[in-house]
Nanobody
Framework: VQLQASGGGLVQAGGSLRLSCAAS????????MGWFSQAPGKEREFVAA????????QYADSKKGRFTISRDHAKSTVYLQMNSLTPEDTAVYYC?????????????????WGQGTLVTVSS
């Protein structure tokens, strides 16, 4: 499975961005999809994840109410809508995928990774 993330950029605090991640395989519909972030000098951390049926989502506490994960099976794409961005959201954002039926929050539970897209929020 190849994942291609896009949509990062520079935005002012309070602004919005939408990240996209396109998957190469027809099995997209059976994959759990997640987003992770990694700020300079920090470990990769969980942002959000969505079940393959779209009826279950999880968010990091710091992102709840501001970020929304969604997926479009017809386009084999997962999205991360990010609103009310703050400088603390500045990081490289990675999409990831795992097989199975459980939504997980740990990076090591995901076996497929995109290349990352940089989000920079200025104050």
């Amino acid at each position: 499975v190849q994942l291609q993330a896009s949509g990062g950029g520079l935005v002012q605090a309070g602004g919005s961005l939408r990240l996209s991640c396109a998957a190469s395989e027809r099995i997209f519909g059976s994959l759990i999809m997640g987003w992770f972030s990694q700020a300079p000098g920090k470990e990769r951390e969980f942002v959000a994840a969505i079940s393959h049926t779209r009826d279950y989502r999880q968010y990091a506490d710091s992102k709840k109410g501001r970020f929304t994960i969604s997926r479009d099976h017809a386009k084999s794409t997962v999205y991360l809508q990010m609103n009310s961005l703050t400088p603390e959201d500045t990081a490289v954002y990675y999409c990831a995928a795992r097989e199975g039926s459980l939504v997980k929050r740990t990076p090591t539970d995901y076996i497929y990774w995109g290349q990352g897209t940089l989000v920079t929020v200025s104050s």
